[in-house]
Nanobody, 127 residues
């Protein structure tokens, strides 16, 4: 059974930092892109960042570029999202997701292209 479990969310003041983790089990994810998405109350789920299956090339939403860093440790089957200079508009439920296609050349920013999702971890940024 494939499972993704996020952790590391919490309450932080504006300007603070958090590091989210996504532990994967039930399948080896080294051949699949791993992405982070977020969803604020009353809004649609939106793309945050994705790291290509081979690592190295990462893509970010404009709203987080320069503040967030995605990484992965394939030996641990774990993905990370380092978030710095957090702002109140970053408040949301954050999800990690695994791509549905192996070796996708250009990682997708579309939620429907991801086959597996975690349960989400809440990030709340106070002003």
């Amino acid at each position: 059974q494939v499972q993704l479990v996020e952790s590391g969310g919490g309450l932080v003041q504006a300007g603070g930092s958090l590091r989210l983790s996504c532990a994967a089990s039930g399948r080896t994810f080294s051949n699949y892109a791993m992405g982070w998405f977020r969803q604020a109350p009353g809004k649609e789920r939106e793309f945050v960042a994705v790291l290509r299956w081979s690592g190295g090339t990462a893509y970010y939403a404009d709203s987080v570029k320069g503040r967030f860093t995605i990484s992965r440790d394939n030996a641990k089957n774990t993905a990370y999202l380092e978030m710095n200079n957090l702002q109140p508009e970053d408040t949301a439920l954050y999800y990690c997701a695994a791509d549905s296609i192996r070796y996708r050349g250009v990682p997708s920013r579309i939620p429907k292209d991801y086959a597996y999702w975690g349960q989400g971890t809440q990030v709340t940024v106070s002003s």
